[in-house]
């Protein structure tokens, strides 16, 4: 495995391992979700650059579009947790409630 597979697979494993183990506020969720979705992105580009096709090279754009729109839902998200309880706490959330 070279030093830059390396590299961004440790990335998502972090990003993965902060997401199952650190799960107190929604806004650290969502920073973990997105270096996962940025380590992804970085892994599809070196991919597309290895292989060296020009029908390849959209995927990496299409997965940037996709993590900036999760980034926005994500954020609308966290504004309207904080405007209806008071706080970015995932403990405090109910999904029963509407």
Do not use: K
């Not at 991919?47 to 609308?76: I, N, V």
């Not at 904080?82 to 999904?95: I, M, P, W």
Request: aromatic fraction near 10%; proline fraction near 2%.
């Amino acid at each position: 495995m070279t030093p830059v597979h390396f590299s961004f697979t440790s990335a998502f494993m972090l990003g993965l391992a902060g997401l199952a183990f650190y799960r107190t506020h929604l806004l650290s969720a969502l920073l973990c979700l997105e270096g996962m979705m940025l380590s992804l992105f970085i892994a599809l580009a070196l991919w597309a650059l290895q292989l060296e096709t020009t029908t390849f090279s959209s995927a990496p754009m299409f997965l940037l579009a996709f993590s900036a729109c999760e980034a926005s839902a994500g954020l609308a998200l966290l504004v309207a947790t904080a405007r209806t309880h008071g706080t970015d706490r995932l403990q405090s959330l109910n999904l029963l409630q509407c």
